[in-house]
């Protein structure tokens, strides 16, 4: 069993940056592509970015041009790089990683992050 462990959450001001990790427990899968979620308050959970094994990258539209997300194939890890935060961007944000063939999916168990005005 593969474990995702997020980290870089935090409290910031309108306008600040945060790094988000995900590091996988095991390198046993490579993951055809991973993925950070985000979850507000009384929200559905959304897509915010997600990244192939070849490094295609796709961005919900909400966050292109502010966020960047990256991944260290070696490490099994992803990360997501947030700037120019704003209040709409406080949730719980998730990491998940994912394999089509065979199919297998792990979520992390989210780190908050939360932007005051």
């Known amino acids: 069993q593969v474990q995702l462990v997020e980290s870089g959450g935090g409290w910031v001001q309108a306008g600040e940056s945060l790094r988000l990790s995900c590091a996988a427990s095991?390198?046993?899968?490579?993951?055809?592509?991973m993925t950070w979620y985000r979850q507000a308050p009384g929200k559905q959970r959304e897509l915010v970015a997600a990244i192939s094994s070849g490094g295609v990258a796709n961005y919900a539209d909400s966050v292109k041009g502010r966020f960047t997300i990256s991944r260290d194939n070696a490490k099994i890890a992803v990360f997501l790089q947030m700037n120019g935060l704003g209040p709409e961007d406080t949730a719980v944000y998730y990491c998940n990683a994912q394999d089509v063939l065979p199919w297998r999916s792990y979520w992390g168990r989210g780190t908050q992050v939360t932007v005051s005005s």
């Open positions: 095991s390198r046993t899968f490579s993951f055809d592509t």
